[in-house]
Structure formats: C-alpha cells, structure tokens
C-alpha cells in the first residue's frame, strides 16, 4: 500500500500497477480484482464470474426454490404450477388430473354436496376445471354490479347454488320459471369465504327435439265412400 498525493493510502493493482483506491473491488483502468480472496474464487480476468461459479449459483438457488415449493406443499398453503402435491418418504408426486381436457358434467346439487363434505376432494375434482352444470332454477337476484346473477336449488334452502352469468345470458335468465330445469356452462368453481359459486356462466340452450325423416304413417282406414257417377253419354 501506497500513500498518494494527497496523504491518502492507495494500493497497486496486481495486473497492470495503477494506483487504487482502498475503497474499490476492482481496477478501474483493467477490471482486476484487487481482493485476493476474490481472484481465489474464479473470478475472471474482467472481475466477471467463472461459468463454473455462475453454474454452481444457479444451481444452489433452484435447489432453494424447490425446498420452498415443497415444504410450502407440505403445510397445504400452495399447489405448485396450479396441481396438487403429494409428499411421501423419498419424493413427492405432482397430481396433474385436475388439468384434464373438457369440462366436468354435474348436477348442481352433486357439487353443492361435494363442496359441503369434503371441500379439499372437492377442490381437486372440480377446481381449475370447466362445468356443465344441470339444476332447478329458483330465482334470480341483483349482483351489486347493475346486472344478475342466478339461484340453482340445492337440498338446503338456505344456500342454493350461485351462479354468476354472463351478460349474454342475463336476458335468458329472466324468462326462467320457478322449478324449470336448466344447463349451464361456466368457466370455473369460485369462492367466497365457505361459500363456493359457479363463474362466467352460459345458459345452454334447450336440447332440441328429436326428428323423423320418414314418410308419415297411413290414415287408418274409414268408411268406403260411393263411386263417382259415370258422366252421361
């Protein structure tokens, strides 16, 4: 260590002998290290990091990143990349059937009683999936944001089965009858506190009646009528 012009301490730069400040990592002038114990761990001739070392930080921040996801899966509180995870002595197992293609066909009072017994297997049956669900129409009722919702009738009258429609089907809730059946289609399973309510919702239209395209059957037969009369000659 050197002392400057000014009374200050300097140190030499072990590459190309300039003058440094104390206070700097690096050379100002080539970019070496001037700590030691930094040129001992693989740094690069520019102050860079070795790709050994790069290598070896990425792989220790994954490493931390799957502990965190992991214990996270142990305690409930997340479902890593949108599936559910089992853990086990020696691993774990990610469940990817709640991503299965297609929409899931229910009755309303089937997912209101799944919901109810056991929201978790619920959850796993049903949540993150499309619905087609077929119920009795109760009633419907404001949302709070100028349109309507609808009530489908499940076993306990005081929570029947929200449904959250879509603009397009606001029109078609409003000619539902009392008891009428109808097939919904919706975009997911939403939830507000115990409260679990179907999202983004269309009304299916009626299924169409079947057709027949042979010929119709013959009259049965009736009493024979008289012949013409035979035209005059």
């Known amino acids: 260590m050197a002392r400057g012009t000014f009374g200050a301490f300097t140190l030499r730069c072990p590459r190309c002998d300039a003058d440094i400040s104390p206070l700097r990592d690096h050379c100002p002038r080539c970019g070496a290290a001037t700590d ?4 001992d761990r693989g740094l690069g001739p520019g102050g ?4 050994d070392e790069l290598k070896r930080n990425r792989k220790a921040v994954l490493a931390v990143v799957a502990g965190v996801l992991v214990l996270s899966a142990v305690m409930g509180r997340i ?7 089992s ?3 020696g691993g774990f197992h990610i469940d990817t059937s709640s991503r299965e293609r297609g929409p899931v066909t229910v009755g309303a009072q089937q997912l209101y009683q799944a919901y109810r017994d056991n929201p978790e297997d619920a959850e796993r049956q049903f949540g993150r999936r499309e619905l087609v669900v077929t119920g009795e129409f109760l009633r419907t009722v404001a949302d709070g944001y100028g349109s309507i919702d609808m009530r489908l009738k499940t076993s306990n009258p005081d929570a029947p089965l929200g449904v959250d429609l879509d603009g397009a089907s606001v029109a078609q809730a409003t000619r539902l009858e009392a008891g009428e059946s109808v097939t919904v289609s919706c ?11 179907l ?3 269309l009304i299916q239209p009626p299924a169409l009646a079947p057709t027949t395209s042979g010929p119709s059957p ?9 012949p013409p009369p035979s035209p005059p000659r």
């Open 36 to 39: 030691p114990s930094s040129r």
């Open 48 to 51: 860079e990091r070795s790709p």
């Open 79 to 85: 479902h890593p990349f949108g599936h559910h995870v």
């Open 87 to 89: 853990v086990f002595p």
């Open 187 to 197: 975009r997911r399973v939403a939830r507000t506190g115990d409260e679990h309510w």
């Open 199 to 201: 999202q983004d919702c």
């Open 218 to 226: 013959a009259a049965p037969p009736g009493p024979s009528a008289p």
